[in-house]
């Protein structure tokens, strides 16, 4: 090897035009496997917070249209699941609220007869719950850290002071 080939060498090495490239190369696919996490969590987020505002508007309508005397009565709010459940997945004109990967598995509507809180004792108090799975497109990315996760599922419920009719 001549003393050309070596300066040549030794100037390569010296080089660092391309460095900024190549470590952008390297953090890259990090980069976009955190944007991807922070839109999926954000999605579920976004449908969580639906839910939770349906949810709480059928506990809120329950609570107005329920007789204010079930607890003397003993009467049951069965008969309200299936207008409960219209309300927490569509608006008032028929279109559905919550994203297509989420749906609402099971409404349940129930009441308790809370004693010394209000001034009416005992108070009846309505509780709606939903049950709902979340659908992940993109959850088979978190199988590299252990289990897929394909769906979530959840509980959500609210209580509200019946006022009745």
């Not at 219209?86 to 349940?108: H, Y």
Request: aromatic content about 8%; proline content about 4%; hydrophobic content about 45%.
């Amino acid at each position: 090897m001549g003393p050309a080939r070596i300066s040549r060498i030794i100037r390569f090495r010296r080089c660092e035009s391309g460095a900024a490239l190549v470590e952008f190369v390297l953090c890259l696919p990090l980069m976009i496997l955190f944007f991807v996490i922070l839109i999926e969590f954000g999605r579920i987020f976004w449908a969580y917070q639906a839910t939770t505002a349906g949810v709480r508007d059928a506990s809120r309508y329950l609570a107005r249209v329920a007789a204010v005397d079930i607890c003397q009565t003993g009467g049951n709010l069965n008969t309200y699941a299936a207008q409960l459940r219209t309300m927490i997945e569509t608006d008032r004109a028929g279109n559905s609220v919550l994203p297509k990967q989420v749906t609402v598995d099971t409404v349940t509507a129930s009441h308790a007869c809370v004693a010394g809180t209000f001034r009416v004792s005992p108070a009846p108090v309505a509780t709606v719950s939903a049950q709902v799975t979340m659908q992940m497109p993109l959850g088979a990315l978190f199988g590299i850290f252990g289990n897929p996760m394909s769906s979530v599922t959840t509980d959500i419920s609210n209580s509200a002071r019946i006022f009745g009719t």
